[in-house]
């Protein structure tokens, strides 16, 4: 199985940037007790503040579509369409050396 990357961008309601990486800090923690988690970073926008992008990995694309599937997701991810100025974007990527 060859590991993945997914890039996720989110944007924040102005009012809503602490709240925000406060639900994402939370979701990177129970990310990071799945199995087939890899690593994770978050990333802050220069030119926008309300730009939070993610980039975790995973052992593949089936562990992650696991992890989106899971009951554990759907709890740190509760409540997050009100804190979004926009959906957010996300992209899968094939590992490489």
Same mark, same amino acid.
């Given at each position: 199985?060859?590991?993945?990357?997914?890039?996720?961008?989110?944007?924040?309601?102005?009012?809503? +940037?602490?709240? &925000?990486?406060?639900?994402?800090?939370?979701?990177?923690? !129970?990310?990071?007790? #799945?199995?087939?988690?890899? *690593? $994770?970073?978050?990333?802050?926008?220069?030119?926008?503040?309300?730009?939070?992008?993610?980039?975790?990995?995973?052992?593949?694309?089936? +562990?992650?579509? &696991?992890?989106?599937?899971?009951?554990?997701?759907?709890? !740190?991810?509760?409540? #997050?369409?009100?804190?979004? *100025? $926009?959906?957010?974007?996300?992209?899968?990527?094939?590992?490489?050396?």
């Amino acid at each position: 199985m060859a590991m993945v990357g997914v890039l996720t961008h989110h944007w924040a309601k102005a009012d809503k +940037i602490a709240e &925000a990486k406060a639900l994402l800090e939370g979701n990177g923690q !129970a990310q990071s007790r #799945a199995p087939g988690f890899g *690593a $994770r970073q978050t990333f802050i926008s220069l030119s926008d503040p309300t730009k939070i992008s993610t980039l975790v990995t995973w052992d593949s694309n089936e +562990i992650y579509d &696991a992890w989106r599937a899971s009951p554990e997701r759907a709890v !740190a991810m509760a409540g #997050a369409d009100e804190l979004w *100025a $926009r959906p957010p974007e996300s992209e899968r990527f094939q590992m490489q050396d």
